[in-house]
């Protein structure tokens, strides 16, 4: 999922140069906030999982606020990612608390990785509000990754999304904003 509007809008194939965040857990870019070299695509596995990430703040899908729309793709190419489902984070120094715990933490970290590790494309973590569904957060290195074409795309304001913006707030006891 991916904003068309809004302070930071983008595409569904391009990378947020933008960053640090401070809502973003993963982002690699170097402090202070502002436009770098550095770029991140968050993903999921399960589209649900998009949903539970995106809205977490408000609790709230907001179909048509920064114009948010949904793509599914299949990479072009394999990535390699850095799998913090494993016992890598406690090897590392830290722990699974990475995952879920406090997000400026979780930057650095992932600030180090990216440094120490060129061989990475992005990271592989479970999803701390979808039942540690995977989710993934690639670094610019994996631009060659995305495909020409996506397999889907929508605007969350269409409403043949409806029926899926309907279950997602069943599951995580979101509201939705028409």
């Known amino acids: 999922m991916y904003y068309r509007g809004g302070a930071h809008p983008t595409a569904w194939n391009r990378f947020r140069h933008w960053g640090p965040a401070p809502n973003m857990r993963f982002d690699h870019h170097s402090p202070p906030a502002r436009t770098q070299v550095r770029g991140t695509v968050y993903g999921a596995l399960r589209v649900y999982t998009c949903f539970a990430e995106v809205f977490q703040e408000t609790r709230t899908i907001e179909r048509s606020r920064n114009r948010p729309w949904l793509v599914g793709l299949k990479l072009a190419r394999a ?27 979780a930057r650095a970290w992932s600030l180090r990785i990216y440094e120490d590790y060129p061989m990475i494309d992005g990271l592989y973590y479970p999803s701390s509000m979808d039942s ?20 889907f795309h929508r605007a969350l304001a269409d409403p043949a999304l409806n029926s899926a913006i309907v279950k997602a707030a069943l599951l995580f006891n979101y509201g939705v904003d028409p």
């Open 79 to 105: 990535v390699s990612l850095l799998d913090l489902t494993s016992t890598w984070p406690t090897k590392a120094g830290t722990s699974m608390v990475v995952n879920s715990g406090r997000r400026d933490r």
């Open 132 to 151: 540690n569904q995977p989710a993934v957060a690639l670094y610019e290195r994996a631009l060659g990754a995305l495909p020409a074409r996506p397999l």
